[in-house]
């Protein structure tokens, strides 16, 4: 019995797709047209042409989002079919490594500590940070000489 309604259900569920896939490019279409007059009419410009190119690719997308998830769909299958975990890195976002115990579920979310950088303030009577062995401390030090010079520049002309 639960067999049936599944059927039925996936059955219901791809009709819905495929109404929703018609709509959505029945009404980019129409829009379509409808940028089409205003292109061709006395006020029309050429961004109005770039809708009408526009609208059509705005009506398929839904239906290459469904023909997208399917595919991931069929490929999880396949994979869990072989008893592989790899993980498609289009479908993820990134690439995935490989666990050593072949399990199909989430992995489990890690934090990664990050530690503060601390920044030594530079003496203000010096201008290369007092320390020969970071240089980005150094340039940081010189940069803000640079920028204190600049502001005492801008006081004495006020």
């Not at 205003?38 to 050429?46: E, V």
């Not at 790899?86 to 666990?99: K, N, Q």
């Amino acid at each position: 019995m639960s067999d049936r309604r599944s059927t039925a259900s996936r059955a219901s569920r791809k009709l819905l797709i495929a109404c929703v896939s018609v709509l959505s490019l029945a009404a980019c279409s129409g829009l379509a047209w409808w940028q089409w007059d205003r292109f061709t009419s006395a006020g029309g410009s050429y961004q109005n042409l770039g809708y009408v190119l526009q609208w059509p690719l705005f009506g398929l997308f839904p239906a290459f989002m469904f023909w997208r998830m399917a595919k991931l769909r069929r490929q999880a299958r396949a994979n869990a079919a072989d008893g592989t975990d790899t993980v498609d890195a289009v479908s993820s976002g990134e690439a995935a490594a490989i666990t050593n115990e072949g399990s199909a579920g989430p992995r489990p979310w890690t934090r990664i500590a990050r530690t503060p950088v601390v920044r030594r303030a530079a003496d203000s009577g010096d201008t290369h940070g007092g320390d020969a062995e970071d240089p980005e401390d150094a340039a940081l030090a010189e940069y803000n000489a640079y920028l204190a010079q600049l502001n005492a520049r801008e006081q004495e002309r006020n």
